[in-house]
């Protein structure tokens, strides 16, 4: 996995690209950290250049998730692509998480 | 009773006309007769057919419910169940598997960053023993240098010198017990760096193919409930159009009662006739009785020709015939039948006479 962070109008942006597998994790966390550190808002990930995911990947996003809520910022994935699309919604990531497409 | 000719010649006629009449009125009697019969006979046997076409219906209808009954339900594990409910049992199952493999995945990522997390504590562990074995090396050289100096002292430095020396053994102790505390972690570190690896190996397993492996499942049970759905709704509905068939039945079969009506309405009609016939009779009676000269009736052909042209169906003609000709003694017409030749042709007339 690759990763840079920016800002957008309403919080931090986390644009992911490539690939999000178990060898990602400690780069996913790591950025996860960065991104808190600078958040001023909600703290998006930008999956419209992720690739693929595996169910690691999934269960990252779904820590993410329950960090949010127990540091008690909000998260938001926005415009999930092809294989990476389907298996949020095979997953059904959406009832939990906010995804944008 | 009269001389005069010309009424006698009447007379011979007019006995002539009703001999022809109670003739006609007999084949009429005969012809009402068979005709009921025919009708009859027809209706006995359209209604006996009808009702086994309801008989076969009605078990049509039965098996088409137990068609029903079977296609919708099945037998797991000894246990009949709805086959709509097992599909949705299997659905149910198949989100729960997802909505573990996604917990374990995320567990998963909990337990690899709370080892991480360990490695973390276990390396500033490891600073703080290097720390304490500095202090310990430190105090031990102060240990060492107090007890040079108490030595130099002389008497006055004994004491301190047993100091010295037990703070040099607390020292060495301290030490030991450091280098335990670095052996006893080593272990840790070796045990948590094989427990990294296991949690390794147990996330690096991809399980999105049993995430895939639902949309599959769940897109052949889609289409299986689809046709199950299908399935009854055409058995449903061949089911009603079986119990209308069976009820039109029902009501032809009320309706076959006509022929009743008609048997009643064709007995009269021969009551009539007979009476007819019987009016006819006496009156000629009468007549001969009254002039017993009059000669021999003879029946007028011509009229009867006349009579005999308008009848279309031959098998009718020929009964007629028998009756009006041969008053009733030729009996090789079939009354039976009912089955006529429409428009026979006049040469079979003629024969007949």
């Known amino acids: 996995m690759e990763y840079d962070i920016g800002a957008n109008g309403s919080g931090t942006v986390c644009h992911l690209s490539a690939d999000l597998t178990f060898n990602d994790h400690e780069a996913f966390r790591a950025m996860l950290d960065d991104a808190v550190a600078q958040a001023s808002g909600e703290i998006v990930l930008d999956l419209s250049k992720l690739e693929f995911i595996d169910s690691a990947g999934m269960g990252m996003l779904l820590v993410a998730q329950e960090r949010s809520q127990s540091e008690g910022w909000s998260l938001a994935i926005d415009k999930p692509q092809g294989q990476v699309q389907k298996m949020l919604e095979l997953a059904k990531l959406g009832q939990v998480v906010t995804i944008r497409s | 009773m009269t001389e005069d000719p010309q009424i006698r010649a009447l007379l011979d006629q007019w006995l002539g006309l009703s001999e022809m009449q109670r003739r006609t009125f007999s084949a009429l009697v005969n012809e009402v007769r068979t005709t009921s019969d025919l009708v009859e006979a027809s209706a006995d046997t359209l209604s006996g057919e009808f009702q086994k076409l309801a008989g076969v219906t009605r078990s049509q209808a039965t098996n088409l419910a137990e068609v029903i009954e079977k296609a919708s339900r099945t037998e797991v594990d000894g246990k009949e169940i709805?086959?709509?409910?097992?599909?949705?049992?299997?659905?149910?199952?198949?989100?729960?598997?997802?909505?573990?493999?996604?917990?374990?995945?995320?567990?998963?990522?909990?337990?690899?960053?709370?080892?991480?997390?360990?490695?973390?504590?276990?390396?500033?562990?490891?600073?703080?023993?290097?720390?304490?074995?500095?202090?310990?090396?430190?105090?031990?050289?102060?240990?060492?240098?107090?007890?040079?100096?108490?030595?130099?002292?002389?008497?006055?430095?004994?004491?301190?010198?047993?100091?010295?020396?037990?703070?040099?053994?607390?020292?060495?102790?301290?030490?030991?017990?450091?280098?335990?505390?670095?052996?006893?972690?080593?272990?840790?570190?070796?045990?948590?760096?094989?427990?990294?690896?296991?949690?390794?190996?147990?996330?690096?397993?991809?399980?999105?193919?049993?995430?895939?492996?639902?949309?599959?499942?769940?897109?052949?049970?889609?289409?299986?409930?689809?046709?199950?759905?299908?399935?009854?709704?055409?058995?449903?509905?061949?089911?009603?159009?079986?119990?209308?068939?069976?009820?039109?039945?029902?009501?032809?079969?009320?309706?076959?009662?006509?022929?009743?009506?008609?048997?009643?309405?064709?007995?009269?009609?021969?009551?009539?006739?007979?009476?007819?016939?019987?009016?006819?009779?006496?009156?000629?009676?009468?007549?001969?009785?009254e002039c017993p000269d009059l000669k021999t009736v003879e029946l007028d052909e011509a009229w009867v020709r006349g009579l005999l042209d308008r009848f279309l169906l031959d098998e009718v003609k020929q009964r007629f015939i028998s009756h009006v000709l041969m008053d009733g003694t030729f009996d090789d017409v079939d009354n039976s039948t009912g089955r006529g030749v429409e428009h026979a042709s006049a040469s079979d007339d003629i024969e007949l006479f």
């Open chain 2, 82 to 289: 709805a086959v709509r409910a097992l599909m949705e049992q299997m659905l149910g199952d198949l989100e729960n598997m997802v909505e573990k493999v996604l917990f374990i995945s995320k567990q998963g990522i909990h337990v690899t960053n709370s080892l991480q997390d360990l490695v973390g504590h276990i390396d500033a562990v490891d600073d703080s023993i290097n720390r304490i074995e500095d202090f310990t090396r430190q105090t031990n050289y102060l240990a060492v240098n107090a007890k040079l100096e108490a030595a130099k002292a002389g008497e006055a430095g004994k004491g301190f010198s047993v100091v010295a020396g037990e703070i040099a053994s607390m020292s060495k102790s301290i030490n030991s017990l450091s280098e335990d505390i670095r052996t006893r972690m080593s272990g840790v570190v070796d045990g948590l760096d094989k427990g990294r690896d296991l949690v390794r190996e147990l996330n690096a397993i991809d399980m999105s193919d049993n995430i895939v492996l639902k949309e599959k499942i769940e897109k052949v049970l889609h289409v299986l409930l689809d046709q199950n759905d299908k399935l009854n709704e055409t058995v449903k509905g061949s089911l009603n159009e079986t119990e209308t068939i069976t009820k039109s039945i029902g009501e032809l079969t009320t309706t076959m009662q006509f022929q009743d009506r008609t048997k009643q309405r064709m007995e009269h009609i021969v009551d009539i006739l007979e009476v007819l016939a019987g009016a006819s009779a006496d009156l000629s009676e009468t007549t001969r009785n």
